[in-house]
Nanobody, 122 residues
Framework: VQLVESGGALVQPGGSLGISCVAS?????MGWFRQTPGKRREGIAA???????TYADSVKGRFTISRANPRAILQLELNNLKPEDTSMYYC????????????????????WGQGTQVTVSS
């Protein structure tokens, strides 16, 4: 499975952005992670094939994950962006399991994209 992210950009604090990921194949779990240099990769949102979504506390209420089946297009809407949201954002997928629980276990995800950079700065 190949995953390709797009849409990263420079955004002012308080602004909004949408990023996308196109997968070459469908998967039960799809998710968004982010990582800044020197820090652990953080799972921020995951969604099951039936649309059930789980969010990390750091983004709950500000970010919205969605997916379009069967083309396996994953999207993340980022609102009320803060400088601490600056990071490389990665799309990931895996074939089964409890997606929300696995959000906190990046090693459990099988396929990864190359990432798209989101920078929040004035």
């Amino acid at each position: 499975v190949q995953l390709v992210e797009s849409g990263g950009a420079l955004v002012q604090p308080g602004g909004s952005l949408g990023i996308s990921c196109v997968a070459s194949g469908g998967a039960h779990c799809m998710g968004w992670f982010r990582q800044t240099p020197g820090k652990r990769r953080e799972g921020i949102a995951a969604i099951e094939r039936n649309g059930t979504a789980t969010y990390a506390d750091s983004v709950k209420g500000r970010f919205t994950i969605s997916r379009a089946n069967p083309r396996a297009i994953l999207q993340l809407e980022l609102n009320n962006l803060k400088p601490e949201d600056t990071s490389m954002y990665y799309c990931a997928s895996r074939s089964g399991g409890f997606c929300g629980y696995l959000l906190h276990m990046s090693a459990a995800w099988n396929f990864w994209g190359q990432g798209t950079q989101v920078t929040v700065s004035s």
